[in-house]
Structures are given as structure tokens and as C-alpha cells.
């Protein structure tokens, strides 16, 4: 990815063909085609995928409504994991939940999952409690990040995109 540049943008039903492989790379339980067709209908919904030298390789969605927003998926093809993409992608999402209204922002998280746990807490999420049997292989992590209309929030956001360039 040396040299390459990251682009953000809305996903596209004409995407999945290449998300659903990153999914089942992603995740013990993917979801299917039709689950993402549903979803991107949705209107309050919002996918955005990340694209490399003209491919996707990442994506996230989010649901915005009121105050709370909920971070529902973020996944990064497996080529490009550590460089980065995943950041600009929640960072992207972040922006859409706070122009939308939102002042806070959950999420659930496999209680394993250490890079993405470790990614959450960067921007400023913090644990909230466990659901237990989330998932059916492992509990998950609930996790807020709260006050993300703050200038506090907004300093935070500043760190990570200095630390990107």
C-alpha cells in the first residue's frame, strides 16, 4: 500500500460482491448478501467503503437516530490490516454520526478481539458492560464513546488524524 492512496466513500450495492469476502474473513458469523442489501436500504443506515488503487478494501456501516448512534461493523480486507484503513474508515463514520446529531456512539465488540478493541479505545470508547452469548462462540465487550460533539472529542479526533499523517 506503500504510496497508495485511501479513498472513502459511500458503499454500493454493486460492492458486495467484493465485501463478502472480506467478510468471511472478517468474522466467525458473516453476514450474508441479502442481510447487506437489506441494510443498505435502510435509511438510517450508512456503509462507506474504503478503497485502494481502485479496490475495496475495507468497510463500515452505522446507524444514526437521535443521539445514540451505533457503530455496527467495521472490517478491513486482511491485505491491508495494520496500515491504517481501519481508522479512516471509523473516522469517516464518526463524522457522519456527529453531523447527523449524534453525541455519543456504541458499539459491540468480541471480547477478543484485541486490535479492534485496541482501535475503539483510540477513539476515545471506553468498556460499558459484557453481553453475554452476543455472539455464539464469546461474550461482547459494549463499549461508548460519549460527548463525541465535545471539543474534548474534537482533540481527539485531531491526535488520531496527525498520528495518520
Known sequence: MAGSAVTVRALEISD??????IEEASFVQPWARELFAEELAQPTRRYLAA????????????????????????????AHRTVGVASLILMELVSLAREGG?????????????????LYRKFGFEWAGT????????????MWAV???????????????????
Open 102 to 118: 449524534a453525541r455519543h456512539l456504541t458499539l459491540e465488540v468480541r471480547e477478543s478481539n484485541d486490535a479492534a478493541l485496541g
Open 147 to 165: 460527548d463525541i460533539d465535545s471539543v474534548d472529542y474534537e482533540r481527539t479526533l485531531d491526535s488520531i488524524r496527525r498520528e495518520a499523517s
Open 16 to 21: 458486495l460482491d467484493a465485501v463478502l469476502p
Open 51 to 78: 478503497v485502494i488503487d481502485g479496490s475495496l478494501s475495507g468497510y463500515g456501516g452505522i446507524v444514526l437516530g437521535g443521539e445514540d448512534a451505533h457503530l455496527l461493523t467495521v472490517a478491513v480486507d486482511p
Open 131 to 142: 453481553r453475554k452469548g452476543y455472539y455464539t462462540t464469546e461474550d461482547a465487550v459494549v
